[in-house]
Every structure is written in C-alpha cells, then in structure tokens.
C-alpha cells in the first residue's frame, strides 16, 4: 500500500461499507424490539381476555 490516493479510496469505500452494515443492523435490531413489544401485547391481551371471561363465567 505505498500509493496513498489508493489508501485513500480503500478506506473511502471501507468506511461507506462499515456504515451500510451499522445501519442494516441497527435496522434488524430496531425490527427485533418492535417485534417483542408487539409479541408482548398481545400476551397481556390474551391475558386480560381471558381474565375477564373467567371472571364472567365465574
């Protein structure tokens, strides 16, 4: 690597590809978390559903 204009493309594109992949991940993670929250609502309202039919029933 003694050219230094090639060092600095390679590190131009390196740098661009490291970002691009920070953001799909952030992306996927962000994706991951709201697929939890969403997981994690409907058990609370299945829960409460059947709390209140139970307690109708009852």
């Known amino acids: 690597m003694s050219n230094p204009f090639l060092r600095g493309r390679l590190a131009k594109a390196y740098r ?3 970002r691009h992949v920070n953001r799909e991940r952030r992306a996927q993670w962000r994706e991951q978390l709201r697929a939890g ?3 994690q609502r409907d058990m609370a309202e299945d829960l409460a559903a059947r709390a209140t039919s139970d307690a109708i029933r009852a």
């Open 16 to 18: 661009r590809f490291v």
């Open 37 to 39: 929250a969403h997981v």
